[in-house]
């Protein structure tokens, strides 16, 4: 049974069961960490030197001076996804940043130009657990879809 973009959408907004999911960076105040969800993705060459880590040692991480980025790699099963943030964004069609509408014309801080082109894009908030801890992060565009199955515009399109 093939499953229509109707019940992916209902399915993705009222899901409630564990998901597994692809690769995440999660960024705080301090530092990235990269994490790797069991499900989508295997690991590449660019994990290969990475040191594999729990969600707890990456919550109890002290980051050492003059760094401000720890690539390390977390596996974990997605809980839960929060959605009450919403699940996509209006972006800059340069560099995927949000963007902040202003007197009529969209603007991106990052690229600094005047009425930037605008597209939207996945933003989808999960709670991820471990074992030794959880951790919320955040599936843009490509984590978001392989999630869902369905591209964001698809589902826009949809009445």
């Not at 995440?24 to 994490?35: D, L, M, V, W």
């Not at 990052?110 to 082109?117: G, N, R, S």
Request: glycine residues 6%; proline residues 2%.
């Amino acid at each position: 049974m093939r499953t229509s973009i109707d019940q992916k959408k209902k399915q993705f907004m009222e899901t409630n069961t564990v998901l597994d999911v692809g690769r995440q960076e999660e960024t705080c105040g301090f530092c990235t960490a990269q994490f790797f969800v069991e499900g989508m993705e295997e690991y590449n060459d660019e994990f290969s030197s990475v040191q594999e880590v729990a969600v707890k040692t990456v919550l109890e991480m002290e980051i050492p001076a003059g760094k401000d980025v720890v690539r390390c790699l977390c596996k974990g099963r997605i809980m839960e996804i929060l959605n009450g943030n919403g699940w996509h964004y209006n972006c800059c069609t340069k560099c995927a940043r949000a963007v902040h509408l202003l007197e009529a014309k969209y603007y991106c801080n990052a690229c600094t130009e005047d009425d930037t082109q605008v597209t939207q894009r996945y933003r989808v908030v999960v709670r991820i657990e471990d074992g030794s801890g959880s951790t919320t992060l955040i599936l843009f565009n490509k984590e978001a879809e392989q999630l869902i199955g369905v591209p964001l515009q698809k589902l826009l399109a949809r009445p």
